[in-house]
């Protein structure tokens, strides 16, 4: 049941009405009688329910429900008005009312919404908990495994996972990244809300500023409509920036101001708009690197790296990989729903214990997923997995002498040449697959493209 009940009115008639009715009913009641007041209040006290009217002076009620809903999107709102009409009550579940209620009303018709309300916030409460219980022990598809490194990392989810801490998490391609995110977002109390995931790599340059910020009409030729960001898309949520350091230098400006803020200004637009979002990172750069070369900012590095996660890649856990393949396994039988439980042979299972992993959780997972669709019966043989798998070792690229142009000890102009063979290297191997080189490479494919034009490689 709820304890507390906010009453927000200007005529002190209905205050004192609505008070005497709920206070006889059990409900603890404070009544103001402004919109103002009314934050003042919120902002000092945490009330289960605020109760407004429509029509006061000064900030209006629907207003109010957009500013308490902006501050705590779980609080549940109920508009109330004399001038009730359709259109009203619509744009007041809009603005993110519970409900609606017209005046004048009966007492037991106040009462009734507000017991609607109690059961639905019951319903969403015993939800929520058994989510986070659900979570707590599988905090997310694929961040399987009992060795230290990963019983580590978990360790550090669940800790942080109830803050808005920024969390940069660190890994090679393939490690489970995205993952960690979204178990960071299913173990927080924003789990209810949008967790939205952008990969900085995959968008063009251009668009990138409108795809995370938004845009209003005209603001360039295409421009036909105003659009929402992606981190507006994630107000209230978790916004998923992957591959970070993929970010141009200038929209890097604009994602400090984000964090620093909590406001952006979308594409054209002279006004900022606030928006609430925990903010994850992901890369496989290494950023104090890109830091150092000036790539990246310094400022947004240390805004981004507060919580450092780091995962490990497959080759330094392998107790990990019968527990991955066994999820695996299970997770793709409905693959093969008429055959029973899948597992694997003796052969298979050392063949995945061989293997290097260069692709990492990911490439268990492609690997395994192909061989269950090739196994003639339940068991996986060692004949169903690849044949780099197979083979017992990675499909690594050849590691490169060092070299060192014009008998120099440059470090900066060595590790330019190394760079360069091994973008070559990974072209050859791919016979010129620009997507499989970037993963070989464990780059984005926006950076190889980068490369293959400074190194003259295109």
């Known amino acids: 049941m709820f304890r507390s009940v906010l009453i927000v009115d200007d005529e002190s008639s209905m205050r004192h009405l609505l008070t005497v009715i709920l206070t006889d009913r059990g409900y603890d009641v404070r009544a103001v009688s402004s919109a103002e007041d009314a934050l003042k209040e919120v902002a000092a006290h945490d009330y289960d329910l605020v109760l407004t009217d429509v029509r006061m002076p000064g900030m209006g009620g629907l207003?109010?429900?957009?500013?308490?809903?902006?501050?705590?999107?779980?609080?549940?709102?109920?508009?109330?008005s004399a001038y009730g009409t359709h259109d009203t009550a619509l744009e007041a579940m809009k603005a993110g009312a519970y409900d609606y209620l017209q005046k004048p009303f009966k007492p037991d018709?106040?009462?009734?919404?507000?017991?609607?309300?109690?059961?639905?916030?019951?319903?969403?409460?015993?939800?929520?908990?058994?989510r986070r219980e659900l979570a707590s022990e599988y905090p997310a598809d694929g961040l399987v495994g009992a060795s230290e490194a990963m019983q580590e990392v978990l360790r550090q989810v669940r800790k942080v996972a109830g803050q808005k801490t920024t969390v940069l998490v660190q890994g090679e391609s393939g490690t489970g990244k995205e993952l960690v995110a979204r178990a960071l977002h299913e173990l927080s109390p924003r789990a209810s809300m949008p967790f939205v995931a952008v990969n900085c790599g995959a968008i063009p340059a251009e668009l990138l500023e409108s795809e995370l910020f938004g845009h209003v009409k005209g603001a360039f030729t295409d421009a036909r409509r105003d659009k929402k960001g992606l981190a507006a898309e994630a107000d209230g949520g978790t916004l998923f920036l992957d591959e970070v350091g993929e970010l141009?230098?200038?929209?890097?400006?604009?994602?400090?101001?984000?964090?620093?803020?909590?406001?952006?200004?979308?594409?054209?637009?002279?006004?900022?708009r606030r928006v609430d979002v925990r903010m994850i990172a992901a890369t496989a750069r290494d950023l104090s690197r890109a830091v150092a070369e000036g790539q990246f900012r310094e400022d947004l590095y240390w805004r981004l790296n507060v919580v450092a996660v780091r995962l490990p890649p497959l080759r330094e856990r392998r107790e990990d990989?019968?527990?991955?393949?066994?999820?695996?396994?299970?997770?793709?039988?409905?693959?093969?729903?008429?055959?029973?439980?899948?597992?694997?042979?003796?052969?298979?299972?050392?063949?995945?214990?061989?293997?290097?992993?260069?692709?990492?959780?990911?490439?268990?997972?492609?690997?395994?997923?192909r061989a269950v669709v090739l196994a003639d019966g339940p068991e996986i043989r060692e004949d169903d997995l690849p044949e780099a798998v197979r083979a017992g070792q990675a499909a690594a690229l050849p590691t490169p002498s060092p070299v060192v142009p014009d008998g120099t000890l440059s470090l900066r102009r060595a590790t330019r040449a190394v760079e360069e063979q091994l973008v070559r290297a990974a072209l050859e191997r791919t016979g010129g697959n620009r997507t499989r080189a970037a993963e070989l490479l464990e780059i984005s494919y926006r950076a190889l493209l980068y490369k293959i034009k400074e190194y003259g490689l295109g």
């Open 63 to 80: 207003a109010l429900v957009r500013e308490l809903q902006r501050a705590a999107p779980e609080r549940l709102v109920i508009v109330m």
């Open 109 to 130: 018709e106040v009462v009734l919404v507000l017991r609607k309300a109690e059961e639905r916030e019951g319903l969403a409460r015993e939800n929520r908990r058994l």
């Open 248 to 272: 141009p230098l200038p929209l890097q400006v604009k994602l400090l101001r984000l964090l620093q803020e909590e406001e952006i200004r979308p594409v054209g637009d002279v006004r900022t």
């Open 321 to 369: 990989i019968p527990a991955l393949a066994g999820h695996f396994l299970s997770r793709l039988g409905r693959l093969r729903p008429e055959l029973p439980a899948l597992s694997l042979s003796p052969e298979a299972h050392e063949s995945l214990l061989a293997h290097r992993w260069p692709g990492n959780v990911r490439e268990l997972e492609h690997a395994l997923e």
